[in-house]
């Protein structure tokens, strides 16, 4: 079974897959909640594979990523003075 992870879904395009993928703007806070939401979802997905009483019958890959697209910025005051926008610097 070792290798069976390096193969991409994208070679495989005859097999299910379901990718959601989307780039947010979150505070600290926001970060903080969402990671420990994923953990939830980590542990709910091991509960169901656990309980499952079925044989399995395929090998599937789950990732569950947050990380930055950007660095954070220091020029906060247009922050401030307009809390829709967001300055961030490319990394």
């Known amino acids: 079974m070792p290798g069976i992870g390096k193969t991409s879904h994208h070679q495989q395009r005859d097999q299910p897959c ?3 993928a989307y780039t947010v703007y979150v ?3 926001g970060y903080k909640r ?3 939401r994923l953990e939830q979802c980590k ?3 091991r509960s169901i594979i656990h309980k499952d009483e079925e044989p399995p019958t395929q090998v ?3 990732n569950l990523q947050l990380f930055p697209k950007t660095k954070k910025s220091e020029k906060y005051e247009t922050v401030a003075a307009n809390p829709h926008a967001r300055i961030f610097d490319c990394i």
Do not use: A, F, G, P
Request: charged share 20%; aromatic share 6%; no cysteine.
């Open 43 to 45: 542990t709910e997905i």
């Open 34 to 36: 969402i990671l420990d």
């Open 60 to 62: 599937y890959q789950v």
């Open 18 to 20: 379901s990718t959601i």
């Open 27 to 29: 505070s600290d806070t």
